[in-house]
């Protein structure tokens, strides 16, 4: 069931994000995501201290192993590479060619296989190209879709649901 205001939050983000993507040198641009040496002094530099931040937030979010992952706007693979590493079978969705690099040798480095990698938007993505559905979906860090209602249904759609059954 949908909100009767529904329309109206919808319409609001995409107007935000539009304004936002106005402004010149906005962080989201194509031209930041395309800058290797942007990129690579954001995510590349202190990976040690955000492999830390990273665990820990794997932590709380208290994935199983061994759990199928979608990762949308993975970037260099903060999350995928050490859910990779605990057994996951990862799909990574990530436009920008520059973190799809920085993800390949992030995944290089650790002698990472398990990760598959879609090179679009999640916008562009088909359900044909995702396989079965994903045990957990994560997306930080990329809400930056203008059509915030769509992308969020879309990730609904490729997720299992949750069990709710107790067992006896």
């Not at 061994?66 to 993975?74: F, H, M, N, V």
């Not at 993800?103 to 398990?114: G, K, P």
């Amino acid at each position: 069931m949908t909100s009767p205001n529904e329309g109206y939050w919808r319409e609001l983000w995409r107007q935000c994000k539009l304004a936002r993507m106005a402004v010149p040198n906005y962080g989201n641009s194509g031209k930041f995501w395309g800058d290797k040496k942007k990129v690579h002094n954001s995510y590349m530099k202190g990976r040690e201290e955000g492999r830390r931040t990273s665990e820990k937030r794997l932590d709380a979010m208290n994935i199983p192993d061994g759990s199928r992952i979608l990762d949308i706007g993975a970037g260099p693979g903060p999350l995928a590479v050490p859910l990779a590493e605990r057994g996951c079978q990862v799909t990574a969705v990530e436009p920008s060619p520059v973190m799809r690099e920085a993800l390949a040798e992030h995944m290089n480095e650790r002698n990472i296989r398990n990760i598959r990698v879609i090179p679009k938007r999640w916008e562009e993505v088909g359900p044909d190209e995702l396989g079965e559905q994903f045990d957990t979906v994560i997306a930080s860090y990329s809400l930056v879709m203008l059509d915030m209602g769509d992308a969020v249904a879309k990730m609904d759609a490729v997720s299992r649901e949750p069990s709710t059954s107790s067992g006896s």
